[in-house]
């Protein structure tokens, strides 16, 4: 239980035992007459050489193995479908709808951007640094993108940067970026809630006063999981592939080599270290 | 424009008008050719005797006028359908859900949770008096209600009404409410926003701060204006009509008479001195 007293989606880690992970793995031995060696697999898995799966009702066959296999783990893996249901079974977008996306730099949201310029929408991106911000208007092709930490007003920001109002909100932070949203939201407008990760290491809540919006704009707000959209897997990794090959998503990862240097990464990440996606090379094929 | 800087769906008060309400009509003129002389009709009219309506995008002519024509004005008319649209077209009950209805005692209230006790769900409804809680166990048939004013922490509350937690909130109040609820909601929980009454003249707006529950358990929380929904008004007509005469749903007014008793009985809706929907006889069938 976390210290909210409401169970997580994810179970606590207990110590002293393997930490878990998404990860590759191919199969080098199979009690299991669906699985045969060689097979090609991404899932939740220990951070270990070898590792013990048990729970395949969260682990999916690699169909695609031409891509590079640690996309697996990302844009074709868990991340990437969490944008994609995130984006479009949640926020159901219409061609030029106007779309701002939170934490804009991380896996989700690199994607939730580029999922919604390809759907013909209009896209800026929050982070919380000048290099993540211009990667996000380079490298990643959002309309525009801003440094929260920078901006005095984040209302005032908004409005510059929508004068015409959000339509769509892929909400991974919560707290003020919410609140002030809400203020500058259209007219049936959708929050697809993805997290809310300025919350989570708060003693003490932040309140969102701006609520009432809610009726007045008509407003949907719906949390999702990935989990909840597993069965759309097989039609993600289809569409998403044909959008690397056709370049139309860009990716980046940031990689170490051995288990050994697992710790290190890890620490790593909650110092923002990383710019692109924050992989352990344990074995190469 | 209101206090909040946001534009309200009714437009302001210009004093010296005369002021508009919900009203049943009998056409005495007409230059339209829809429209002829004894027609009866309700919608949003001036509080006068005699009144011209040019906003027939909001009137309705009357189907059933064997039932009183007062419930046009009340069960009938746009609150019957407000609660029917936030009941069953936002929150989409199924039989078995646990619900909640807040305001519970206020005409919206009471149909929303006479609607899902039609539809087989469990209701309990939250008022500010014991007078109302009364009412609302025996009058209105919800299986439990509370008198919010008299419960010392409204998590406990609803934890002791919901020992196996909420599918739906039939949201009329906001705020410390609001927070508890969402504390207490299920898997894939609704709230359908209809109003956020206890934040509207509030010089500062209290903050909810348990919104990360709409992540974890993928809650769906939209608001709704009836306005949006007066394109399902005949069959809600026909449904509401049938349930009155089976006798269904009831309904209660408290009737003053004369135009000049009008003053009074608006200002009795502020302190609560109504019981049932508040209404003046101008004139009669």
């Not at 290099?131 to 005095?152: H, S, W």
Request: with cysteine; hydrophobic share 40%; net charge negative.
């Amino acid at each position: 239980m976390s210290r909210h007293e409401e169970p997580s989606y994810v179970p606590d880690f207990v110590p002293g035992e393997v930490l878990t992970t998404l990860g590759v793995s191919k199969v080098v031995e199979s009690g299991h007459q669906d699985y045969k060696l060689g097979d090609l697999v991404w899932g939740m898995t220990g951070c270990e050489e070898y590792t013990l799966i048990t729970n395949l009702e969260s682990h999916f066959k690699i169909n695609h193995p031409e891509l590079p296999l640690s996309y697996y783990t990302g844009v074709l893996g868990m991340p990437g479908l969490t944008a994609y249901a995130g984006f479009f079974d949640v926020a159901k977008p219409k061609k030029g709808d106007y779309v701002v996306v939170s934490a804009a730099s991380g896996v989700v949201g690199q994607l939730a951007g580029q999922l919604a310029k390809i759907s013909g929408c209009y896209v800026v991106g929050s982070a919380g640094s000048d290099e993540k911000v211009n990667l996000l208007k380079t490298k990643f092709g959002f309309d525009d993108a801003f440094n929260y930490k920078k901006e005095q007003d984040l209302n005032a920001t908004l409005k510059r940067c929508f004068p015409e109002g959000i339509d769509i909100y892929f909400e991974n932070v919560g707290g003020a970026m919410l609140d002030a949203v809400l203020l500058n939201m259209r007219l049936h407008g959708r929050v697809s809630v993805c997290g809310m990760i300025s919350q989570y290491n708060l003693e003490q809540l932040e309140g969102v006063r701006n609520l009432f919006c809610i009726v007045a704009k008509r407003i949907r707000m719906e949390g999702f999981i990935v989990m909840d959209h597993y069965s759309n897997y097989r039609k993600f990794e289809e569409e998403m592939a044909g959008y690397l090959k056709e370049g139309k998503i860009n990716y980046v990862e940031d990689v170490t080599e051995g288990i050994e240097s697992f710790p290190t990464a890890l620490i790593g990440l909650f110092y923002g270290r990383n710019v692109g996606k924050q992989l352990v090379a344990v074995a190469r094929e």
